[in-house]
């Protein structure tokens, strides 16, 4: 089983629909927990980054974790076609530690 | 110019070739990191360096070496090219603040035939 297991998707969904990504963990060690966003061709990148439980919201997208389910989600809410990426969790023991990362789920947001 | 740069982006070549891929990097960060990205497998860690006088083995380091040449440029070598070494290759940074923000490259595509 790996540590981090995220359903690959793709996800394919209408302009202006609520997206929800997840992702499930083995280590209940993991404290830090990250979503990248990674564009076709290009590295990813930063979009949200939590600790421990509880959720966090910046603009039209909210992470949360529940440490006790060992389950992390992303809602994006009022999707846009500008979207459609690749959404990557990934999470660590230790804020100074190395990120284990889930597989990805790509996402594409239609018109 | 981009903070994190890789070269070459592409590059084909043939089984038992020596390959070299390049990364370097103008955010002055400490941290340096190699991963592999395959499809259904995620981002895997080859080797991390967190200064130039420290090199660790990641996940998936068998078959690669590395080499940090200076703060700002880390290297990603492959003594004997196999075909499952066909990947997208991305070199990463981060700050030592802790923040767990990994940096990325725009990636290197190898195909080994």
């Known amino acids: 089983q790996k540590e981090v297991e995220q359903d690959p998707g793709p996800l394919s969904v209408p302009e202006g629909a609520i997206v929800s990504l997840n992702c499930t963990y083995s280590?209940?060690?993991?404290?830090?927990f990250m979503w990248y966003r990674q564009y076709s061709r290009k590295g990813p990148e930063l979009l949200m980054y939590t600790y421990s439980s509880g959720n966090k919201e910046d603009g039209r997208f909210t992470a949360q974790v529940d440490k006790s389910s060992k389950y992390i989600s992303l809602f994006i809410r009022d999707s846009q076609p500008s979207d459609s990426a690749t959404y990557l969790c990934a999470m660590s023991e230790g804020n100074t530690d190395k990120l284990i990362f889930g597989t990805g789920t790509r996402l594409q947001v239609f018109p | 110019d981009a903070d994190v740069t890789q070269t070459p982006r592409n590059r084909i070549t043939k089984t038992g070739k020596r390959i070299m891929l390049e990364c370097s990097q103008t955010?002055?960060?400490?941290?340096m990191y190699w991963y592999r990205q395959d499809p259904g497998l995620g981002l895997q860690l080859i080797y991390y360096s967190f200064d130039v006088k420290d090199i660790n083995k990641g996940e998936i380091s068998d078959g690669y070496s590395v080499s940090r040449q200076a703060q700002a440029k880390f290297s990603l070598s492959l003594e004997s090219a196999i075909p499952n070494q066909t990947a997208l290759y991305f070199c990463?940074?981060?700050?030592?603040?802790?923040?767990?923000?990994?940096?990325f490259g725009e990636g290197s595509r190898l195909t080994v035939l």
């Open positions: 280590n209940s060690a993991f404290q830090y």
């Open positions: 990463a940074t981060s700050a030592r603040d802790g923040s767990g923000e990994l940096f």
């Open positions: 955010k002055g960060h400490d941290r």
